[in-house]
């Protein structure tokens, strides 16, 4: 991967560096199947009032992302082409209603996965990828940009790039995994509207 440094520029208005909200695809935004993600954007569920308030985030000038793994297709469950018509289907979705979707990472494959999705991968959370893929590319700053999830894993790797950790539910340990997050409780459509607010009152 091309490590260029880029220059962080401050969003027009604001004097804020551009930061990045990840927002956890099954631990955040949309209420998950037996079997993973949903089959089709008309089967999803969205959390109440996510999207609404990632669209407020939207017009603040956060960058938001979608992230989580999909055990579904790493462990044969779901197809990878069903899943990439979901991903399609929800990625459109997302910015028609006017929430501007940098990325959506998912991670396919996992070390004990089946077949060819038998894989590691530096996407796969608890690892890091995400977000320094995001930091490369987008010119996002960590330390200013957050995670939002109820999945340990996804924290704590948000906790190891230096990004801030926002817990919906969930538990805050799995197996060796432990974080301490920044803010504890609430949905998602909560906390982004709390981190809307804070930002409107620094303005």
């Not at 999207?51 to 000038?61: D, K, R, S, V, Y």
């Not at 893929?133 to 704590?156: C, F, K, M, N, P």
Request: hydrophobic residues 35%.
């Amino acid at each position: 991967m091309n490590l260029r440094t880029r220059v962080l520029t401050s969003l027009p208005g604001t004097g804020f560096p551009p930061r990045g909200l990840f927002i956890s695809r099954l631990g955040g935004l949309i209420q998950p199947t037996k079997g993973g993600s949903p089959k089709t954007i008309a089967s999803t569920r969205f959390a109440e009032g996510a999207l609404n308030a990632l669209f407020a985030a939207g017009q603040c000038g956060w960058n938001i992302y979608v992230v989580g793994n999909e055990d579904a297709v790493a462990h044969g469950r779901t197809s990878p082409e069903a899943f990439a018509k979901f991903d399609e289907e929800l990625c459109a979705h997302l910015r028609s209603l006017g929430i501007p979707l940098k990325r959506h990472y998912a991670s396919t494959v996992a070390p004990d996965g089946k077949g060819p999705q038998c894989n590691e991968s530096v996407f796969r959370f608890p690892n890091t990828g995400c977000f320094y893929h995001a930091q490369q590319e987008d010119g996002i700053e960590l330390r200013s940009s957050w995670i939002l999830s109820s999945d340990v894993q996804e924290l704590a790797a948000g906790w190891r790039a230096g990004i801030r950790c926002g817990r919906i539910g969930g538990v805050e340990r799995e197996g060796g995994l432990v974080v301490e997050c920044d803010r504890e409780g609430g949905s998602v459509a909560e906390m982004v509207r709390g981190l809307v607010q804070v930002q409107k009152s620094l303005t």
